[in-house]
């Protein structure tokens, strides 16, 4: 159908010419009614400026339109605000405005902000780059992160993300802000000159009195114009006054995003709907997701419709439809305009902080309709119904003007509070993310400890979008700021808001009010999510505790804290379990979503106790709330339970019956663990010894305060001991995080806090007896009798064993876990330090692992670094694996093996790590508990426990049970547990003494209560003569140290009593009693040692005796063996010289070389083990091998290879652009095991079935295995050849100039015999033939011993290799025919060689005898194969590639060869390769026995030597002038200068003039050096010849050896001046080639020598260095849209736009990610990036591969922050770099992928290919 009719771009041009915004400007001053004048021109102008048509627009046309904006509607209105012409206007308005105090520079996607974690208020304050750089927080401890969601208050730290300080863009700097800062809140930009102006003066009074009154006439009129557009509901029709003169039938097919379908689903969708291609719609999909709306079809209201129908119908089978509307075409462009407008405002206030200022009062200025009618409230209120392009558009004015002025960002604050809970509403049905709604901007508001909130969360939880894009999400922009919260919290009673709107969303109950999360179904968990982010706005506005409190903040925060109480009221008792008996539960029951509210709120917990402690009043008050909300949780505890009576060692309590086996129990007890925590705050605060009075002390029951925790530990001891197996994993899951650091702060710590609380108001018998009664337990120690647990059959006594354990383990606790301020008498990094003393007792960790172990407060601080040094030791890292920290040895005593947080699994560590540092360190190996630090006051009468009847008679029955050696009535850890206890005692008893003044000071009287019999039943004896039995019993060797140490304790702490009742104030004559026991030990160990010392000596003589006893037995034997040894000596010794060849006589190549085919070679096949001697007619075998392409050695990637089919490969180029590199794993095996091998990988690849069979770490299609042995990714084997023969020293070695004319002619006559056989036309005059040179037919019989010296097994081997080389380095399909393919496979010879060459010079290393097996291998096996591979080739295409390699460096006689190539064109070490491969070729037809084939080599190498000098001094560049060298000119030199004085004679004006030869020695010495390095490598291994022992080592005397070896002078200008004559024609021709002239003045790629080794890109040191360079990196098709995943090549330095649609390019037929196509161009398929954001380097290989590898980007601990989640800065490492650099250039990436792979299948799921 025809498109409606639109303006052509002739019609608005006209306009530009005739358009005059100052006359515009002055004809809207005049008139009567400004708004609808202005109204007017936008009707007129918006529509034919803005969405002209439906397609993509061109990028001309968006400039078009741009400029046309500007000029037609936004000039005016800046002419019209200033009074004249807009740039000088805006330039004195901010002359006017003086320096901001306050920063505002709005974070970018990705950018770095910094957390100072001294200085900052609160985690989300945050400076940008610059003012952190500018200000005193640099050198301080700081946070950097990037920014991701716009949760930074600007502040960072969302709700959902409590880990990083993010922002998606949005947030600001908050530099300036005194609340934001402990100290120093501005950097030295910001300062401001005069601090008190900000509060003395409006800045609306420093504008000109005209731009004031017109500001306040155009802010109101644009901005009621964007807001009636914005909130627009109809679909047809436009607001008064703004209907275009003409209307057309023109509309739009507009898609809305959402957060519930998938891109897939829209762009399959839209394909259907529109009929575009996916191409196209991949662009709609990607604009949809950024900017939340797209139009999709353009054209008349039907048309439009049809698409509107077949999109709704298409997405709404299995959830709700996508958003659709028809829109017409005016209110389009009036909307586009309309965030037009709002970017404009928000630029121009910019220039004036009273500009700012008029517009927060036009914004927030009433309506006429009355509440929440200011255009704000307006846009806030409808926030849900915007689309997330305009959200975030308004969202950023807001920020720009309320949330950057002080006075009206608290008015804004009072008008969020007010709409809060519907704004959350609104939220919590919206499937936005929060980062573009406007709750999010609680942060910001929040956080201001001084807002309708609960309308804007009503709005946010109906909304569907993400919390990042909602108004809500400005939360953390205004509860941050702490005068701001507070003043909210007074005035608008925030707190009790914030929590009756979050309890009001979770409606799910059950009969007694509790929440109910079980049935949940998938919309209410999702919502379930969204409710989540209020409780991170409760967390804003309780992050900073008064420092001051008025009568008004303690009663609405008591209010706050009464609804809170009301929340745990809700949770206290959720889930409740009963134990399964019968059969295993059916159905797992729902238990995350109570444990992540539980999590969610654990800070809240925290932080409402620490606003508790910071007010007396406020304390108390709040304890009294807390008991009455306990009372009447707990009314019904003791209804319906039957009271029994229990007694023991002559104590009774009344209880009643209750078991934890059989009734329901929770593991949630909120309200409880709460009041607990506030218990300990008297105590720390001393407000329950001071006010003793105002405490309803009298209304606690301890029986019934321990009642629930109890129940809860007693839950955890009988699942340890499997008595809930049938209870399913849930409950195994509710176990572990009770006891995790996330949640153990406020669930398992304050039950055993509650515990402590219970027992020290209670009579310590009463306390163990009500304990033993939950633990079900009682009557096993009540037993009249208890030796019958022996007689009696008992199954379950495993199970009752592992209880015992478990219940004197919590009476350890209870008595001894004195850490926390309140309990014991320490301060808060005491319990830290403790806390990671007892980690590094375990093994020695990294910082990450420490702070993992530790929780963290409301600040994500965990206290680590203030006393980690002090008790701990750094270790730096390696190039591997992170730095640790080790615990110093004088705080091992502190140990304490029953640690309340250690599991059982770190329990056992521990213990065997410690139990070993003592007997290294030669001590015994008790493990006593440390002294414990006193206890506080209130709870001082804990101790009593120790010595209490029934531990007393606990403690005697399971040591009168451990002194029989079996029956299963007891177990070691019950005895240890018993010990500890024991031990324990006798510390606090010794510990009383030494700080009391005498005896009768001294109440805990425990030593002598274990010296009585006791009063259990069946007891005999007493502890002290049981310990005492115990000590000898020989099954208790394990336990004998440690009842050692307490029988020494007691006679210590017996000793002492009498010295203190005798007034004798020194104890032990001033040394501690452990001290003394350990000194005895120490002397009992040494006498030991000092015995076994004796005997290892004694035993040694014995066998001395006896060996020369055996030998004197046995003369004749050894005398004959040692005149066999003599003898092989002396002949060694008397050996000819010439069987060992000097150093002298060390040649690799020509007729002069040693070595050969003397050796045998055997080996081993790795599959068959059988071993077998590598022979050309034995049975073949192969080396696993790994051929790719590489551009490793690369010095021009631009270059493209367009047609692969065509490509001649013969003549390489210099910048080396794409080799072929091969690399071998070492592995050999036998051919036909190796093929038997293959065939089963591939029958098992088969076998799978097709749904399993995802990418792997090997392509069976593309001929990859892994090596059997050592699973080294292979996709081609190399056949192993014998060395080469010995040089044939019959035949004459003819010179330079007779070789060079004898192989002309017989290429000569090769090339016409070539020509005539292909044309079958007769040449006119036939070249001449040399003697007995077989140019024509040649017998089978003659040849078929040259051609085929191999078995046809290696021949096949041969031909598979060579396919491979051919396959992978032109990238096409096999073929055999293809005269390239021998070209190839020398082609990976000469490349892997160069390689390996340039690694050895740039590490230092000696040129042999460093490599590694497997390479030296590999080189071995490539180089003889190169060398045979000729024979399996037509022996013709092996001549023709001979010939013409031949006419590149000279000139073949009467032949018909296209132009080869420049000297300049030609990478002289690929040209030696290959003549030196292919000359066996013509060697083969030379029948006359006057030329050996060594003799070809060496004047190939003596001719390529001299061209590629030729080559280096043709490149030379003069450079920089430079001191020469004093003293006469050398030979070298002299003769360098008159070789460069012919070419200078040859070119002229092409070469500059050097006069000195010392420079150019000096140049062609050095560029010249890798070709002989690569030579000297070549001719070893092809020839077999041993280097000499210079070239072993890196010393002096290399470049004499070099040439010696390669039988070359060491002065190279000889071979040019020995020559002349011969050679000065042949450079002369090489000089003339137009090629030369061309390349030398730019027309080509000039490559100088030495070649430069490439090198990965340098980093900066600081890595948010690159974070801010990310930053600015914006997606290239997305229309500078921000990059999600900036991804930075290692290889080349461009940045890319990883993991997105819209970057996705078709790569061989397949759509593939951005770093994946790079790879393509700059790395040959091999790739190596930086994931910026997520600091993680990625590693890929082709489209299906790829890895994580660590970045070389370390914190100061020496680790990694894979994902930026821990936030410490990280600096470069540059080992680490190098480590990674060195993989790539050893071409070890494809390897370290497939191992990776190999290790962790995951990685094989994920689609590398999209990356």
């Given amino acids: 159908m025809a498109e409606p009719s639109r303006d052509p771009p002739s019609a608005l041009s006209a306009d530009f010419m005739s ?57 005016p209105l800046e002419w019209l605000l200033l009074g004249g012409e807009p740039a000088a206007g805006l330039a004195l308005l901010q002359q006017g405005g003086g320096a901001a105090a306050l920063c505002g520079h709005v974070f970018k996607v990705g950018e770095p902000t910094y957390s100072c974690r001294e200085c900052a208020a609160d985690p989300t304050c945050v400076l940008c780059m610059q003012c952190f750089l500018a200000s005193a927080h640099c050198h301080h401890r700081y946070r950097v992160s990037p920014t991701r969601t716009r949760t930074i208050r600007t502040r960072l730290t969302g709700p959902l993300c409590p880990q990083m300080t993010t922002s998606g863009g949005g947030g600001f700097c908050d530099c300036g802000d005194a609340e934001a800062w402990k100290t120093g809140p501005s950097c030295q930009n910001h300062t401001p000159a005069n601090r008190n102006r900000e509060t003395e003066e409006d800045p609306v009074s420093l504008l000109p009195p005209a731009v004031e009154e017109r500001s306040y006439s155009i802010f ?43 891109y897939e689903q829209v762009i399959y969708t839209l394909q259907k709907a529109v009929s575009c291609s996916q191409k196209e719609a991949v662009s709609f999909a990607t604009t949809v997701d950024r900017d939340g709306r797209k139009s999709v079809r353009f054209g008349d209201h039907q048309f439009c419709e049809q698409a509107k129908a077949v999109i709704v119908r298409s997405t709404s089978r299995q959830s709700k439809p996508l958003r659709v509307q028809v829109m017409h075409s005016a209110l389009v462009a009036h909307q586009c305009f309309a965030l037009k407008a709002l970017s404009w405002l928000g630029q121009i206030i910019q220039y004036s902080d009273g500009l700012r200022r008029v517009l927060c009062q036009v914004g927030l200025r009433p309506g006429p309709e009355g509440e929440n009618s200011s255009l704000v409230d307006r846009l806030m209120l409808n926030d849900s119904k915007m689309w997330k392009g305009a959200r975030n558009i308004y969202h950023q004015l807001l920020m720009n003007s309320l949330l950057m002025d002080r006075k009206f960002k608290k008015l804004f604050a009072i008008r969020f509070a007010k709409n809060y809970r519907r704004l959350q509403t609104d939220f919590m049905e919206d499937d936005h993310d929060r980062l573009v709604s406007v709750t999010a901007l609680s942060v910001q508001l929040f956080t201001v400890p001084t807002v309708n909130y609960e309308r804007l969360q009503s709005d946010f939880i109906r909304d569907d979008h993400d919390r990042q894009f909602s108004v809500t999400d400005l939360s953390v922009q205004i509860f941050t700021v702490p005068s701001l919260a507070r003043m909210l919290m007074v005035e608008e009673n925030l707190m009790m808001t914030i929590i009756r709107t979050f309890v009001d969303q979770l409606r799910h109950r059950d009969a007694q009010g509790r929440f109910q999360f079980d049935r949940y179904t998938a919309q209410q968990a999702f919502k379930f999510g969204r409710v989540q982010s209020l409780i991170g706005d409760l967390k804003y506005v309780l992050i900073s505790p008064p420092p001051q409190w008025s009568q008004q903040l303690r009663t609405k925060f008591l209010d706050g804290f009464e609804a809170f109480l009301d929340l745990l009221r809700c949770m206290q008792g959720m889930d409740p379990v009963v134990r399964q008996v019968g059969q295993h539960i059916e159905m797992e029951p729902e238990w995350e979503a109570a444990f992540t509210l539980q999590m969610k709120l654990t800070h809240i917990i925290t932080m409402m106790q620490e606003w508790c402690s910071t ?60 009041l607990a925590g506030l218990h300990v705050l008297l105590s720390r605060t001393e407000v329950a010894s001071r006010l003793p009075e105002q405490l309803p002390l009298g209304e606690l029951s301890p029986h019934l305060l321990i009642e629930l925790p109890l129940r809860c530990l007693v839950l955890c001891a009988q699942v340890h001991a499997g008595m809930w197996r049938r209870n399913g994993f849930s409950l195994i899951n509710q176990i572990y995080y009770y006891h995790n650091v996330k949640c153990r702060v406020e669930m398992f710590d304050k039950d055993l806090a509650m515990l402590q609380v219970g027992a020290s108001m209670m009579d310590p018998n009463h306390f163990l007896m009500i304990v033993l009664s939950r633990f079900e337990l009682f009557h096993t120690f009540s037993a009249a009798d208890l030796r019958r647990r022996y007689r009696e059959a008992n199954k379950d006594l495993a199970q009752q064993n592992t209880l015992i354990e478990e219940m004197l383990h919590l009476v350890i606790m209870v008595v001894g876990e004195r850490y926390v301020p309140g309990v014991g008498q320490v301060e808060p990094l005491d319990e830290v330090r403790r806390e990671i003393l007892h980690q590094l007792c375990i093994r020695p960790m990294a910082h990450s692992e420490l702070v993992k172990g530790l929780p963290e407060n409301g600040n994500k601080e965990t206290g680590l670094e203030r006393v980690i040094d002090s008790i701990a030791s750094f270790r730096k890292p390696g190039v591997t694996g992170r730095g640790l920290y080790e615990l110093r040895p004088e705080w091992s005593r502190h140990f304490d093996l029953y640690f309340h947080h250690y599991s059982r699994a770190d329990q056992s560590k521990a213990e065997e790590a410690q139990r070993k540092l003592r007997r290294q360190n030669g001590e015994d190996t008790a493990l006593p508990p440390p002294r414990p630090p006193p206890l506080c ?46 031990a324990m005692a006798l510390l606090e008893e010794q510990q009383q003494l030494e700080s009391s003044g005498g005896d009768e000071d001294v109440s805990f009287t425990f030593s002598s209560k274990i010296t009585r019999p006791g009063e259990a039943p069946s007891t005999s004896g007493s502890i002290l003569a049981l310990l005492e039995n115990l000590q000898s019993a020989p099954h208790l060797e394990v336990h004998k140290d440690m009842i050692t140490w307490i029988l020494k304790m007691v006679g210590n702490i017996k000793t002492t009593r009498e010295r203190t009742s005798g007034s004798s104030v020194s104890v032990s004559h001033g040394r501690r009693p452990e001290e003394t026991v350990r000194d005895k030990d120490k002397a009992e160990r040494k006498r030991k040692a000092e015995m076994a010392r004796l005997r290892r000596e004694k035993v040694m003589a014995q066998m001395s005796e006896m060996q020369k006893h055996f030998i004197n037995e046995n003369k004749e034997l050894f005398q004959q063996s040692m005149e066999e040894l003599e003898a092989a000596a002396a002949t060694a010794e008397h050996s000819p010289p010439s069987s060992e060849p000097t150093c002298a006589a060390q040649i690799c190549v020509g007729p002069r070389r040693v070595g050969g085919a003397e050796r045998r070679q055997l080996v081993t096949c790795i599959l068959c083990q059988e071993v077998q001697e590598v022979r050309g007619h034995g049975r073949a075998m192969v080396l696993a091998a790994f051929i790719q392409r590489s551009t490793v050695l690369s010095k021009n990637r631009s270059r493209c290879v367009s047609d692969p089919e065509r490509l001649d490969p013969l003549f390489v180029h210099p910048d080396l652009s794409v080799g072929v590199h091969t690399a071998s794993c070492g592995h050999i095996m036998h051919a036909t095991c ?8 591939q029958q098992k690849e088969q076998r799978r079935q097709q749904r399993l069979r995802g990418h792997t770490s090997y392509d069976v299609e593309n001929g990859e295995f892994l090596c059997p042995l050592c699973e080294c990714l292979s996709n081609t084997v190399i056949p192993l050849l014998p060395h080469a023969s010995s040089p044939d020293r019959s035949v004459e070695h003819l010179c330079l100039e007779t070789w060079l004319k004898r192989t002309n002619q017989q290429a000569a006559a090769l090339d016409s015999t070539h020509r005539k056989q292909s044309h079958g036309a007769a040449q006119q005059a036939e070249p001449a033939v040399p003697d007995r040179f077989g140019v024509g037919f040649v017998p089978h019989d003659i040849t078929s011993s040259l051609r085929n010296p191999f078995s046809s097994g290696v021949g096949e081997m041969i031909n598979t290799f060579s396919m491979s080389a051919y396959k992978v380095g032109l990238k096409v399909n096999p073929n055999e025919q293809d005269p390239r393919v021998p070209v190839l496979s020398w082609s990976t010879c000469a490349y892997t060689m160069q390689s390996i060459e340039r690694l050895l010079m740039d590490e230092k290393k000696p040129l042999f005898g460093s490599l590694p097996c497997r390479q030296n291998d590999c080189l071995s096996s490539l180089t003889r194969f190169s060398s045979a591979c000729w024979t399996t080739a037509p022996i013709r295409t092996v001549q023709n590639h001979f010939i013409r390699l031949l006419s590149v460096l000279v000139l073949v006689p009467d032949s018909q060869l296209e132009d080869p190539p420049c000297i300049l064109d030609v990478d002289m070490f690929h040209l030696l390769v290959y003549s030196v491969l292919s000359s066996s070729s013509l060697h083969s037809l030379d029948q006359s026995g006057q030329s050996s084939v060594d003799s070809a080599h060496l004047h190939l190498l003596h001719l390529v030597t001299v061209a590629h000098l030729v080559q280096v001094l043709l490149t030379f560049t003069a450079g920089e002038p430079s001191m020469d060298q004093d003293g006469e000119e050398s030979e070298e030199e002299r003769l360098t200068c008159q070789l460069y004085g012919r070419l200078r004679d ?8 050097v006069s000195s030869g010392w420079r150019l020695w000096r140049c062609v010495r050095a560029g010249v050096l890798p070709f002989l390095r690569t030579a000297a490598l070549f001719f070893h291994y092809m020839n077999s010849a041993s280097p000499p022992a210079d070239l072993l080592g890196t010393g002096p005397g290399q470049w004499e050896a070099l040439c010696s070896y390669l039988s070359l002078p060491s002065n190279l200008l000889l071979l040019y001046q020995n020559h002349r004559t011969l050679l000065e024609p042949l450079i002369h021709r090489w000089c003339c080639h137009p090629g030369v002239g061309q390349v030398l003045r730019g027309g080509g790629v000039l490559v100088r020598f030495p070649r430069e080794s490439n090198r990965l890109i340098d980093l900066p040191e600081d890595y948010s260095i690159l974070i801010n360079q990310a930053s600015s990196f914006t997606c290239p098709r997305s229309g500078g849209d921000k990059s999600r995943a900036p991804t930075l090549c290692l290889v080349c330095g461009c940045m890319l736009c990883s993991q997105s649609y819209c970057c996705q390019t078709e790569v061989e037929g397949e759509d593939v990610g951005a770093c994946t196509a790079h790879t393509f161009t700059c790395g040959a398929g091999i790739g190596l990036f930086l994931r910026v954001r997520e600091s993680q380097v990625l590693f890929v290989a082709g489209k299906t591969k790829g890895c994580f590898y660590p970045p070389p980007y370390l914190d100061d601990y020496g680790e990694t922050d894979p994902g930026l989640k821990r936030g410490n800065p990280l600096h470069l490492c540059s080992e680490r770099y190098q480590k990674i650099e060195r993989l790539w250039r050893q071409h070890g990436i494809a390897e370290v992928i497939g191992h990776a792979q190999e290790a962790n299948q995951t990685l094989v799921a994920i689609d590398w290919q999209h990356l």
């Fill in 19 to 75: 358009f005059s915004p100052g006359d515009t400007a002055s004809r809207w001053l005049a008139c009567a009614d400004l708004q609808q004048e202005v109204y007017r021109h936008l009707a007129e102008y918006v529509p034919r400026v803005l969405c002209q048509g439906g397609g993509v627009a061109e990028q001309r046309e968006e400039q078009r339109e741009e400029l046309a904006l500007q000029l037609l509607l936004l000039a």
């Fill in 220 to 262: 109101s009129i644009i901005l009621q114009y964007a807001v009636d557009l914005l909130t627009w509901e109809q679909e047809d029709q436009l607001p008064a006054g703004l209907e275009p003169p003409q209307r057309s039938d023109s509309y739009y097919c507009m898609l809305f995003n959402d957060e519930a379908h998938t």
């Fill in 615 to 674: 007010d007396e009043h406020v304390l108390i008050e709040a304890y009294k709330k807390c008991l009455s909300a306990l009372s009447q949780c707990q009314s019904d505890l003791p209804d319906g339970e039957q009271p029994i009576s229990l007694s023991l060692a002559g104590h009774a309590v009344d209880t009643f019956r209750y078991q934890v086996s059989q009734e329901k129990v929770s593991i949630h007890l909120p309200v409880c663990r709460l």
């Fill in 937 to 982: 006051p209130p709870f001082a009468s804990l101790v009593n426990l120790l010595q209490s009847d029934v531990l007393l008679a606990l403690e005697g029955a399971v040591l009168q049970w451990a002194g029989e050696p079996s029956g299963g009535g007891w177990t070691e850890s019950m005895l240890q547990r018993v010990l500890h206890l024991v």
């Fill in 1234 to 1241: 190796w093929q038997r091998y293959f065939e089963a990988v």
């Fill in 1546 to 1553: 040859h070119l002229g004006r092409c070469l500059p003039d």
